[in-house]
């Protein structure tokens, strides 16, 4: 591993407390009690080849790192990991298949949380045969299949997609594109979390996707594919994004080097990178609650040596450290700024199935949906379908339904089509009305699981109306 010490790395107590006053806009509104539930993650990638202290990555107040070499999994054991695995279109599958096993038992064994299957591959860049969504996704399914075969609590992450235009040979493909095709090839079967690049190219994070192609705010605009190919329960995990600082700022003529000159236009002055950092995660907090873990680009790019990194590579401009190891602006914001951690942990939901026919189910503000039913119905009836979700930690869960029917004569008695399902089953609702007066009931079925040692429930909530009209008895 390439030795650069972090030379000056001192505790930060009264440069937090300088950031928190100026940062106090983005504080308060994040604190609002109108925030969703935790959901967040907080990584930092570190640099293949390089110490990165596990002190300072407590300071920055990350839960997550992000690593390329099986060997850095040792140094964070108090962290959660997730590992971009780097692979090749291959000329032999079974060797494929067994090289994939091969490295996931040594990851599961170093305690790596995740895996990222490749990355940006809708760029020639990182898929050297040239982009294919379709050949993707093949090697997407080997792999996913063959890491849920060593531990299915391993983690799938997608290879995050570059946000990107088209461009004329084909060598980037535009992100929203490929992740079409992918969810065409029938993708969404073989991740647990959706990976995505949203890099906040020269605009704030909080640019509207529709005016802007290129910003923060286009992973959006992913989550909307995904609902729309019924996969909107995946999370999306933000495996890198960043704004890139102005080099000049640091004394660094960079602006005619070959390694820099094509990403001039997105330089930002130090303060707003930072500025701009502490807002996308608090932007995220308040409005994702379908994003996970935010990884963000880099930590300590700027510690490799100029003849493995050019001093104007863009990668380094990116990083939370100076060349010389003491921490950014940034570093100190990130630090400052409010962490919400998410408890990891599923969330069992039932989302109504909208009938053949019906543009929506009427639900009531305690979010509960509504059905209408005769009194007197002569036999038991269908009354609604639902899903059963996990809007939480991606996870496999057994689930056990039961129908809470109170034992009281002339109140709805339920039934369900199954008492046990998966996520993502759908499950019939029935009752029987044939000795219930007109009123409003509530139908309820519990929904149990157990992930670990860990119990989860959740509840399918039906508003039932019964009245005097020869409505709905089949």
């Not at 959660?80 to 060797?95: F, G, I, S, T």
């Not at 003491?326 to 700024?337: F, L, Q, S």
Request: proline residues 9%.
């Amino acid at each position: 591993m390439i030795d650069h010490p972090y030379r000056h790395f001192i505790p930060t107590r009264i440069v937090l407390t300088l950031c928190a006053l100026l940062l106090a806009a983005p504080i308060a509104a994040q604190s609002d009690e109108s925030l969703p539930p935790p959901h967040l993650g907080y990584g930092i990638h570190i640099g293949p080849h390089l110490n990165a202290p596990p002190e300072m990555i407590h300071e920055l107040g990350m839960d997550w790192v992000k690593v390329y070499d099986a060997g850095q999994v040792d140094d964070y054991a108090a962290f959660r990991v997730l590992y971009r695995m780097d692979l090749d279109w291959p000329d032999d599958w079974a060797y494929f298949r067994s090289e994939v096993a091969r490295r996931t038992r040594e990851l599961v064994q170093r305690g790596v949380d995740a895996i990222e299957i490749h990355n940006e591959p809708n760029l020639a860049l990182e898929w050297p045969r040239g982009p294919n969504a379709w050949e993707y996704v093949q090697m997407l399914r080997v792999a996913y299949e063959q890491i849920k075969a060593i531990d299915p609590n391993v983690i799938v992450v997608s290879g995050g997609l570059a946000p990107t235009l088209t461009t004329p040979d084909r060598s980037a493909i535009n992100d929203l594109d490929f992740a079409r095709e992918m969810l065409e090839n029938g993708a969404a079967q073989y991740f647990d979390a959706f990976g995505y690049h949203p890099y906040g190219f020269n605009q704030p994070p909080e640019a509207d996707p529709y005016e802007h192609e290129l910003t923060f705010r286009r992973a959006e605009r992913i989550h909307d594919l995904l609902v729309a190919y019924d996969a909107g329960d995946k999370p999306i995990w933000m495996t890198e994004f960043g704004w890139l600082r102005d080099p000049s700022e640091a004394g660094a003529n960079c602006a005619e080097s070959p390694a820099f000159s094509g990403f001039d236009w997105l330089r930002v002055p130090l303060s707003v990178q930072a500025d701009y950092t502490v807002r996308a995660f608090a932007y995220a907090d308040r409005n994702w609650p379908w994003a996970g873990p935010m990884f963000l680009w880099n930590l300590n790019w700027q510690l490799y040596e100029n003849d493995y990194e050019d001093p104007c590579s863009h990668l380094r401009w990116f990083s939370l450290l100076n060349a010389d190891g003491t921490p950014t602006a940034t570093y100190y914001a990130v630090a400052a700024m409010p962490h919400r951690y998410s408890l990891y942990l599923p969330r069992l939901e039932a989302r109504p199935v909208v009938p053949e026919g019906q543009v929506t189910i009427p639900i009531n503000r305690e979010g509960q949906w509504i059905y209408t039913i005769a009194a007197f119905c002569p036999r038991v009836v269908t009354v609604g379908e639902f899903e059963v979700i996990n809007t939480g930690w991606p996870a496999a869960l057994n689930v056990t339904l039961e129908p809470q029917s109170v034992p009281i004569a002339g109140m709805p008695q339920v039934f369900v089509s199954t008492d046990q399902a998966r996520v993502g089953d759908r499950v019939t609702l029935y009752t029987d009305v044939s000795a219930t007066a007109p009123g409003e009931y509530l139908l309820v079925v519990d929904m149990q699981a157990v992930y670990g040692d860990r119990p989860i429930s959740g509840h399918a909530r039906l508003l039932l109306r019964v009245e005097n009209s020869p409505v709905n008895c089949q």
